[in-house]
């Protein structure tokens, strides 16, 4: 591999300027002339737009503008959409009501966006934001999906019938209830997953620059996925035509999902930019974060999955209500459905599965995909069933679980998917032989002499990353393509720049994806540039969400990597004089194989720019742009095993240990894989014991801030012991699976297995806060 | 942040003075009330600075007398060598508020007067029978704290420094909140030539208080065995999303056991 090639520890190139201060971010931008943008947001969860009086406002110091909806709606701006269509089982379209980016006639969730003012400082803009007068008639208003389905609750949005956004089924009804009614065993649970708040460390924030002399718009913005936002901006919401728009998204401060949406302040900045004349500029601060970025998972949902007389599982049927909030954002029609019941049948072989996925409108806010997106609900909800039934069964989880495994490949489940490859067996050995499993019961009674209660849970996740293949995507439902592109670019001297539709908020792929070339052409990592995050300079690409850059992203350079290795042997064949099959790349240079005839990189690079010299026919310079297509899902999966001791006398959950043991492919750089695991189990173990959002009922988030909203923090978490047992993807080029949500996906079950092992409950809700925990051992130890 | 006109006080007369400007407010380390202007929730017209006060600051032991000045921060509580020695339950409880950079900004005068319903403080002076010194008078802890952020200080008037007798024994023992770190149960419990007192602070809808039940089990016995079996009783706790009151009143013997052991060690 050598020592920054694949498979090496390289330390991360973008890191210097991260620690160092030196990252530029939206907010670091400035234009000339660049103004303020402030919104002004429903304070009510759910209320009619009586009036907007704007006029005060606009006699504020510094204002520039004061715009609402009514001038956003006249100027031919398209509502925000959801790109993925669902059908509900009765054949009908998802009902999506009207997102307005500016609302006019009625507010939804408490931080809709109703006015936005533009002044000359945030202050100022502020200050206006507040002069502006709105009369509100409030309505009732539902947060809990659930109620929201009920004869008689508030109508949110006209065009779905008692708020439900569709009534979606996949896989055999009838032959699963029959399994089920067949079973020798039934174990059955509710489970609630968690409503979480994303908190990337940076927020959201767009500046917006109309040029008049050019009529072309620029958009800074803090996506994962620029180039879709240019699409969508242009295709559905009219902004500008695609030409004229340019996205940028430079550094960007974590994303996990949030921006990957197109929200209403981007289109509103670039739209008052054209309206004032000036550039305008919004960064959210974190209470606006808290409010109006998607949030992720708020699950309902009841289980039954039948055993055999021999404890294999028979069928499994899963009723799911997933609350989508107040409006459907881009991607939010996908996750409860082909990212979460396709998955349901996790390591297991499962032979009848059937999952109904009713998707509802509250008056909270919208509900997105958020690291793992439907897989860590898929995952929670069948490893607390696993786990619930060996209690049940009376057998050991981690046996139950291996009589079920799926130990041959290709395996096609009940619910769309084909694995690939996998070794179940080994992530659950390498996990039971880290933790030392076998030794659990005697630490249980150690504790006990102490008064603390010890439990542990095992979880056995699968995930499907990637994405793709295009067509299949479409087949369901997608709006867009799911594939990658990337260009290589060997310059005259032969540094490389290589040009990629994958976006980094955060994964460092300005380091593996150099890897890779260095991999390839013994080019030092530093004399390879990787250019994202801006239209004007990558064509067209997808952006970085269900951990495809690796899978998908990284193909896509491997491809063009391909051309661009042909046409430099050619070259090389050529000024060498010998045969081109005869060529190979070695340490940065291009030799005749079993001679000492060479020509270094850089010369063959200079070869192709100066053009005195190519083989016939041969277009100068080197440089080749690749699209690829994925052929399937990648299917990362493992094992994570945790283990608490929890104080009876307050219900503080102490994580002794976790273990978390994955098979993610071919893996470039362990170190970056060993940092997206250790954030992941961080998130996963958040939403377990510490995260969670809340609204009251009358729709105000009671959890708009970090003294209510509890981030995991580094002494809530214990040393990870991590470590990978991989099977190679034989779907794309570089056998790689991906690694950026299974932290998240893989631990609440494993953590919430080990608190109830260790009270001797059968659930207990998340997240598991010392109150929760203790009221749960106390109602135990009632009965 | 409004836009505020900022005065820094030379001296506590000075200071007395300025205050009566507009709508002013009395700024020492700013902990809470720079987190509420950001945010729009407190919208004073003058801020009058007491940091650079001289006369506020520092720790006094003289025999079994401890004197603090107002503007001493909490870090300088913590750290105190005198302070550790005479009564190191305070400076412990002073250890465990915020984070270093809130220790190294916040002061004890700006807490107790701002009095929050979960911070460390006023359990301590209450549990200690202290005196707070002020510009005009002084008043005892039981008279000061009055519920949820108000205390006995008139408009404009000015803590300047805290007194109390070192207690034989005493320890502060603090629940915190998993998000933001205040006390969702703190109990200070102190031994002194008075007897028995037990403050709890985090708890309470009405601010911090003693618990009277606590009080009379330890007086009788001042160990953690006595409070075997206590029951606090949950009326008039708070109840939020992240304790309700039947866990507070459960974290108050809890932590008043181990606060009990902690003074006995």
């Known amino acids: 591999m050598g020592i920054e090639g694949v498979g090496a520890r390289v330390a991360r190139k973008e890191d210097k300027r991260f620690i160092t201060g030196a990252g530029r971010y939206v907010d670091d931008m400035v234009v000339p002339g660049m103004k303020h943008a402030a919104f002004v947001r429903s304070p009510h969860a759910h209320a009619q737009i009586k009036k907007i009086d704007v006029r005060q406002a606009q006699g504020m110091p510094g204002v520039i503008g004061v715009l609402t909806g009514k001038e956003l709606k006249a100027d031919g701006i398209g509502n925000l959409i959801c790109g993925w269509m669902i059908h509900s089982k009765d054949g009908s379209p998802m009902k999506m009501g009207a997102w307005s980016p500016l609302a006019f006639d009625k507010v939804r969730y408490v931080g809709d966006a109703v006015v936005v003012v533009v002044a000359e400082t945030k202050g100022q803009a502020r200050d206006a934001a507040e002069a502006v007068d709105i009369t509100y008639k409030e309505l009732k208003a539902v947060v809990d999906a659930p109620k929201a389905l009920e004869r008689g609750a508030p109508q949110i949005h006209p065009e779905a019938d008692n708020n439900l956004i569709f009534d979606w089924e996949l896989g055999d009804g009838k032959a699963t209830d029959a399994a089920i009614q067949a079973a020798a065993h039934v174990t059955r649970m509710k489970i609630v997953n968690n409503r979480l708040v994303p908190n990337a460390m940076e927020p959201r924030a767009a500046l917006g620059h109309y040029d008049k002399a050019e009529d072309h718009y620029t958009c800074w913005t803090t996506s994962q996925n620029p180039h879709v936002a240019r699409l969508v901006m242009s295709a559905f919401y009219n902004v500008a035509p695609e030409n004229k728009l340019r996205v940028i998204a430079p550094d960007v401060g974590g994303g996990f999902g949030s921006k990957i949406y197109i929200y209403p302040e981007e289109i509103v900045c670039l739209w008052a930019s054209k309206k004032t004349g000036v550039p305008v500029k919004w960064v959210a601060d974190r209470t606006e974060s808290f409010l109006t970025d998607a949030h992720g998972r708020d699950h309902v949902s009841t289980v039954e999955m039948g055993f055999d007389k021999n404890n294999r599982i028979t069928g499994l049927k899963v009723d799911t209500i997933a609350n989508l909030g107040a409006y459907m954002s881009l991607f939010s029609s996908c996750v409860p459905t082909y990212l979460y019941a396709t998955l349901l049948s996790g390591q297991y072989d499962i032979p009848a599965i059937h999952a109904n996925v009713r998707a509802v409108y509250t008056n909270t806010a919208p509900v997105d995909a958020y690291r793992g997106a439907g897989r860590p609900e898929a995952t929670y909800l069948l490893e607390r069933t696993m786990e619930t039934a060996a209690r049940e069964l009376g057998v050991s989880p981690a046996e139950l679980r291996r009589k079920n495994f799926i130990t041959s490949f290709p395996h096609q489940t009940p619910v769309i998917m084909n694995y690939d490859a996998g070794d179940y067996a080994a992530s659950l050995d390498a996990a039971m032989k880290a933790s030392d499993y076998a030794g659990f019961a005697a630490r249980k009674t150690a504790a006990a002499k102490k008064g603390k209660l010890r439990g542990i849970g095992m979880s056995n996740y699968i995930e499907a990353c990637g994405l793709a293949p295009s067509a299949a995507v479409g087949s369901l439902g997608a709006g867009v393509g799911l594939w990658e592109s990337a260009e290589v670019r060997v310059n005259a001297v032969g540094t490389i720049e290589v040009l990629t539709g994958s976006h980094s908020h955060g994964q460092g792929h300005e380091t593996t994806f150099a890897q890779l070339v260095n991999q390839r052409f013994g080019v030092p990592i530093d004399s390879v540039s990787i250019v994202h995050g801006d239209t004007d300079k990558v064509q067209m690409g997808m952006g970085t969400y269900g951990s495809r850059s690796g899978a998908v992203g990284m193909s896509a350079v491997a491809k063009a990597l391909d051309k661009v290795e042909a046409k430099a042997k050619k070259i090389a064949a050529h000024l060498l004089e010998a045969d081109e099959g005869d060529i190979v790349i070695e340490d940065g240079t291009l030799k005749v194989a079993g001679t000492d005839k060479s020509v270094p990189w850089f010369q063959m690079a200079l070869a192709a720019y100066t053009a005195h010299n190519l083989p016939g026919g041969m277009e100068p310079g080197l440089k080749e742009t690749a699209f690829y297509d994925p052929s399937n899902f990648t299917f990362p999966a493992g094992c994570y095993i945790c283990e608490v001791e929890i104080d009876p006398e307050t219900g503080t959950t102490e994580i002794i240990q976790f273990v978390a043991a994955d098979d993610f492919g071919n893996i470039i750089n362990p170190m970056i894989v060993e940092g997206q695991v250790h954030g992941g189990i961080a998130q996963g173990i958040g939403q377990a014991l510490l995260e969670g959002a809340f609204y009251d009922a009358s729709g105000q988030l009671l959890t708009a801030s970090y003294m209510d909203y509890t981030m995991p923090r580094a002494s809530d978490l214990p040393s990870f012991k991590v470590s990978t047992s991989n099977t190679p993807c034989p779907g794309n080029p570089l056998g790689i699976k991906g690694c950026g949500e299974a932290g998240a996906i893989g631990s609440p079950p494993a953590v919430i297995n080990a608190i109830t092992d260790a009270i001797g409950v059968t659930d207990i809700a998340m997240p598991a806060s010392p109150s929760t925990v203790w009221a749960a051992i106390r109602a135990a130890t009632k009965h | ?265």
Do not use: W
Not at chain 2, 62 to 78: L, P, R
Not at chain 2, 137 to 164: M, P
Not at chain 2, 194 to 212: C, E, I, L, N, W
Not at chain 2, 250 to 264: D, F, Q, S
């Open chain 2, 1 to 265: 942040m409004y836009s505020v006109n900022y005065h820094r006080a030379a001296s506590v007369t000075d200071a007395a003075k300025l205050v009566k400007n507009g709508d002013a407010k009395l700024l020492s380390g700013g902990m809470t009330l720079i987190p509420a202007m950001k945010t729009r929730l407190a919208a004073p017209s003058d801020l009058v600075d007491l940091s650079r006060i001289k006369d506020l600051q520092g720790v006094k032991v003289s025999g079994k007398t401890i004197t603090i000045g107002a503007g001493t921060t909490h870090y300088e509580v913590a750290s105190d060598e005198k302070l550790k020695k005479a009564c190191p339950a305070l400076a412990h409880l002073a250890s465990l508020i915020g984070d270093p950079a809130v220790r190294h900004k916040g002061t004890i005068g700006g807490s107790i007067a701002n009095n929050d319903p979960a911070a460390d403080y006023p359990a301590a002076l209450l549990a200690l029978d202290a005196t707070i010194v002020t510009n005009k008078r002084e008043i005892a802890a039981d008279k000061f704290f009055k519920g949820l952020f108000e205390t006995a200080l008139k408009d404009g008037e000015i803590v300047t420094a805290v007194t109390f007798t070192a207690p034989a024994k005493a320890a502060y023992e603090k629940f915190r909140n998993p998000a933001s770190r205040y006390a969702i149960v703190g109990v200070f419990v102190a031994k002194g030539k008075d007897g028995v007192r037990v403050a709890v602070t985090g708890a309470g809808d009405d601010g911090v208080f003693r618990s009277k039940e606590i009080e009379a089990a330890l007086a009788r016995n001042f160990a953690a065995a006595a409070l075997d079996g206590m029951i606090v009783p949950a009326k008039n706790l708070m109840s939020d999303i992240h304790a309700s009151a039947d866990y507070r009143a459960n974290l108050i013997a809890v932590m008043a056991k181990r606060a009990v052991a902690a003074a006995n060690a």
